[in-house]
């Protein structure tokens, strides 16, 4: 274990390393990485970070609209509640799992309060303006809260938000296979990806800050998107499954969605794997799928509706058809080039995992977003929509040299023998 640990602690470094590097290295160029300008106006914020920062700022002034006895008793429903959870966990050590649900229905019941004394900002969703929101309290209690000072908190987060990712990626590769360096080469090509996509996609992929955003270096919500969806995964590859397990899962995908709404695809479909295979068993998980949707029902109709009539968010054949051909030919990242070089040793992978519901898990979490965002029409200049499934495909990645190389020892060792 302390290898284990040694190794992930090596490669967390190396990848928060380099949007470090990129932000310390600014008005020069480091090799294998663009250059990185934090813009001027605004703090540094641009494009939906705007939006996101507007949002945290409204989720915060929200609270001072509540009237002051509601305002009351939803301080007293959470005192309550987190009493009774405390009790039921130190007394029912059997009902401990479905705890983690009930304490983010709880929680997401109480901001349901202010969500509906919120107006609409721009931000498409609410889960990272609701933690940017969170974190950007004791500036705002100091005074202090600039755009400026938002951009720091929001990239300080976004860098533990990648961090944390290096080990739910390394613990997915584990977990989908039972072998611990094929987690740490996962957890590698991770670590290696911001150096690894200019190489394959050439510095066409750092376009429309596709590179900022996958580093953390530009305030959006897909740093903490692919944390959730990948520790969920993690959790529902665990070898032992356990209750407890699941209904993490369940919660971290149910946050995932107010993240981004299109999580909601893969946590239906992670569903209905695990109904297949657990059957009953597989009840914590859709309590804590469902823990968290009343947030995301109720910020809805501030949400998405009030982008519907501006073209430049929201274009009037948005999912359609014949957006497939576009979204792949047309992409700055994952172009048919690009796909021709990740794509094989992912098969290669995908055939090297010998139990099939590993398999219908790890597949469903590849592929949802890409299949999903093929039919949107603004995939091709954002394929930063697909990040959340990268941490799937480099983990088949690991399995695919496993593969390769236990094919190769035996070939070694005939010809060695001869």
């Not at 002034?61 to 039921?88: E, K, Q, S």
């Not at 430049?312 to 047309?330: G, K, L, M, R, Y």
Request: charged share 10%; aromatic share 12%.
């Amino acid at each position: 274990m302390r290898s284990w640990w040694s190794a992930i602690g090596l490669l967390v470094a190396v990848r928060v390393g380099i949007p470090l590097a990129a932000y310390a290295d600014r008005g020069s160029k480091l090799p294998g990485i663009p250059t990185f300008t934090r813009p001027a106006g605004f703090g540094g914020l641009m494009g939906d970070a705007t939006g996101f920062y507007e949002g945290a700022r409204e989720f915060m002034a929200a609270w001072a609209r509540i009237p002051r006895a509601l305002f009351g008793l939803d301080v007293l429903f959470v005192l309550a509640v987190a009493a009774a959870l405390v009790l039921l966990w130190r007394r029912r050590p059997d009902l401990r799992h479905w705890l983690p649900p009930a304490a983010l229905l709880a929680a997401g019941l109480a901001i349901c309060i202010d969500v509906h004394y919120m107006k609409a900002t721009g931000a498409a969703v609410l889960g990272w303006p609701l933690v940017w929101g969170i974190a950007l309290l004791p500036l705002r209690a100091a005074g202090r809260l600039t755009p400026g000072s938002a951009w720091d908190v929001g990239t300080a987060l976004s860098l533990v938000f990648v961090a944390l990712t290096v080990v739910a990626v390394a613990y997915l590769g584990r977990n989908a296979t039972g072998r611990r360096w094929i987690g740490v080469l996962a957890a590698a090509f991770w670590a290696a990806w911001p150096l690894l996509v200019g190489l394959i996609a050439g510095h066409h992929a750092w376009t429309n800050d596709q590179w900022n955003i996958d580093v953390g270096l530009h305030d959006y919500d897909e740093p903490l998107s692919t944390l959730l969806v990948t520790s969920a995964a993690a959790l529902v590859l665990s070898p032992r499954m356990t209750p407890m397990r699941l209904a993490l899962a369940g919660c971290a995908l149910s946050f995932a969605t107010a993240v981004k709404i299109s999580n909601a695809i893969a946590a239906g479909v992670v569903l209905v794997i695990l109904v297949l295979r657990h059957r009953r068993e597989a009840l914590p998980y859709l309590a804590g799928a469902l823990a968290f949707a009343p947030v995301v029902l109720v910020y809805w109709p501030i949400s998405y509706p009030k982008l519907y009539g501006n073209p430049s968010s929201w274009p009037h054949d948005a999912f359609d058809v014949s957006h497939v051909v576009s979204s792949w030919t047309q992409s700055s990242i994952f172009t048919p080039h690009t796909l021709a070089i990740i794509v094989p040793l992912a098969v290669v992978g995908a055939f090297g995992l010998s139990r099939p519901w590993t398999l219908a898990l790890v597949l469903a979490f590849l592929l949802v977003n890409p299949v999903f965002y093929s039919f949107f029409a603004n995939t091709a200049d954002h394929p930063r929509f697909l990040y959340a499934s990268l941490p799937e495909l480099l983990a088949l990645w690991a399995v695919g040299l496993g593969v390769l190389g236990a094919r190769a020892r035996p070939a070694t060792a005939a010809t060695t023998s001869t």
